[in-house]
């Protein structure tokens, strides 16, 4: 990290931010990405499936089709949550939502076995908790790098790497130890104390400095900032072709993760190794975002982003073809799709920084990662579904795999960026 200090700032920053300052935002944004949405609700759904169907009697596709449905909920949040912290900062945004999500996790377990009643309380977990995921917590470093904004991205998202490895596994534990009631309201406490020493790196501590200067700039005049409207870009080709893309990529990700623990159960493994795959998938999130983001630095992000997506094809059908039952085979599709999952993440961001700009950077990141949830909730459910009809996942992993190679071929057509870090429009 000693080699930011030079990072150009937002435009609106008078002053040079310190090594120590950025690398305390980074240490906040990862410990709240560890925390949150991603992984402790949606990263530990695979693992909540099974014990909550058998509990209430519903199918695997009714089941991954009302639990999902708090993606939709964040696809509804994303784009609100976006504009709120260009509006209001995200110093006000972000510890509200980790204060709901902890209650959300908690009063979980107290809901009625009724289907419709659990499907609204989803949704709604999902609208609350947007905040805490990618959309809240990424948000804040652009006013801290620009340069190094890839590798900024990727160490922060290695938080959620790392949740998304531990917290199936714990929650495994729990839940045979305790039962999943338990299990959630652990999940609670978590996400109360770790988002809580999260908003303190980030938010605490004096206002003054570049960084306080940058976001009262954005505050009083956005138009100071380089890039554009959210309404000019919404009418560019270039930003619903981004948009294809991340559904493609989310719903054949997200939807294979959300069912790996399945997979595994139905080749034959138990359940705590079952829970296993969840984690090696978390494993390749993880070096999917420090890879991705440091490359992206110095390799155009298109580039980058089809190889992964290649990857994360490889992975899928891999599985798909492979019916062996061992867990080392099993691991491998996992890691790679994981892989992928953990690029894309970077990749919103980033290229909406770099295609972009900063002037509505929270209302553009914001859509298009509500983009993504909707690719997370479409995902689960047709896996789910296609199990429930045809009895195998095969062809939903096929599908899911196509998609994947089909948005490498995509990205290659986004062309050069429109505010690299090197042009006259980030220098402005």
């Known amino acids: 990290m000693g080699s930011v200090t030079n990072d150009l700032l937002t435009p609106a920053s008078p002053a040079a931010v310190s090594n120590t300052t950025k690398?305390?935002?980074?240490?906040?944004?990862?410990?709240?990405?560890?925390?949150?949405?991603?992984?402790?609700?949606?990263?530990?759904?695979?693992?909540?499936?099974?014990?909550?169907?058998?509990?209430?009697?519903?199918?695997?596709?009714?089941?991954?089709?009302?639990?999902?449905?708090?993606?939709?909920?964040?696809?509804?949040?994303?784009?609100?949550?976006?504009?709120l912290s260009d509006k209001l900062g995200v110093g006000r945004v972000i510890p509200v939502s980790v204060l709901l999500f902890a209650a959300a996790l908690f009063a979980i377990p107290s809901m009625p076995g009724n289907l419709a009643i659990f499907a609204v309380l989803s949704l709604l977990v999902g609208i609350i908790a947007t905040a805490t995921t990618p959309a809240g917590y990424l948000s804040v470093l652009p006013q801290y790098f620009d340069k190094r904004l890839g590798l900024a991205l990727g160490v922060a998202m290695v938080g959620l790497g790392l949740g998304t490895v531990l917290a199936p596994i714990v929650t495994q534990h729990w839940i045979s130890a305790h039962g999943w009631e338990y299990a959630y309201r652990a999940l609670a406490l978590v996400a109360l104390v770790f988002g809580g020493a999260a908003c303190l790196l980030l938010f605490s501590g004096s206002r003054s400095g570049a960084a306080a200067a940058a976001q009262q700039s954005k505050q009083v005049d956005a138009s100071l900032l380089p890039g554009v409207e959210l309404r000019a870009a919404t009418r560019t080709g270039l930003f619903w072709l981004i948009a294809a893309v991340i559904f493609a990529v989310s719903a054949a990700g997200l939807g294979a993760t959300?069912?790996?623990?399945?997979?595994?159960?139905?080749?034959?493994?138990?359940?705590?190794?079952?829970?296993?795959?969840?984690?090696?998938?978390?494993?390749?999130?993880?070096?999917?975002?420090?890879?991705?983001?440091?490359?992206?630095?110095?390799?155009?992000?298109?580039?980058?982003?089809?190889?992964?997506?290649?990857?994360?094809?490889?992975?899928?059908?891999?599985?798909?073809?492979?019916?062996?039952?061992?867990?080392?085979?099993?691991?491998?599709?996992?890691?790679?799709?994981?892989?992928?999952?953990?690029?894309?993440?970077?990749?919103?961001?980033?290229?909406?920084?770099?295609?972009?700009?900063?002037?509505?950077?929270?209302?553009?990141?914001?859509?298009?990662?509500?983009?993504?949830?909707?690719?997370?909730?479409?995902?689960?459910?047709?896996?789910?579904?296609a199990f429930d009809k045809l009895g195998s996942y095969q062809p939903a992993l096929i599908v899911a795999s196509v998609l994947c190679v089909l948005a490498s071929i995509a990205v290659m057509l986004f062309g050069p960026y429109r505010y690299s870090a090197l042009s006259p429009a980030a220098k402005r």
């Open 23 to 83: 690398v305390v935002k980074v240490a906040g944004a990862a410990l709240g990405l560890s925390s949150g949405f991603a992984t402790l609700y949606f990263g530990t759904l695979s693992v909540f499936m099974r014990p909550m169907a058998e509990a209430f009697s519903w199918s695997r596709g009714q089941t991954s089709g009302v639990i999902v449905l708090a993606m939709l909920g964040l696809a509804l949040g994303a784009p609100l949550v976006g504009r």
């Open 258 to 385: 959300v069912h790996v623990v399945s997979m595994f159960i139905d080749r034959g493994l138990p359940a705590d190794v079952a829970a296993k795959g969840v984690a090696v998938a978390g494993v390749g999130v993880m070096l999917g975002r420090i890879a991705a983001g440091a490359l992206m630095d110095v390799i155009h992000a298109s580039k980058v982003a089809a190889l992964a997506f290649l990857l994360g094809a490889a992975g899928l059908a891999f599985i798909a073809f492979n019916p062996s039952a061992s867990f080392a085979v099993m691991a491998i599709g996992a890691l790679l799709f994981g892989f992928t999952v953990g690029t894309e993440g970077d990749f919103i961001p980033f290229i909406v920084r770099r295609y972009f700009g900063l002037k509505a950077f929270g209302s553009i990141f914001g859509l298009l990662f509500g983009v993504y949830s909707l690719g997370g909730v479409t995902g689960p459910i047709l896996f789910g579904v």
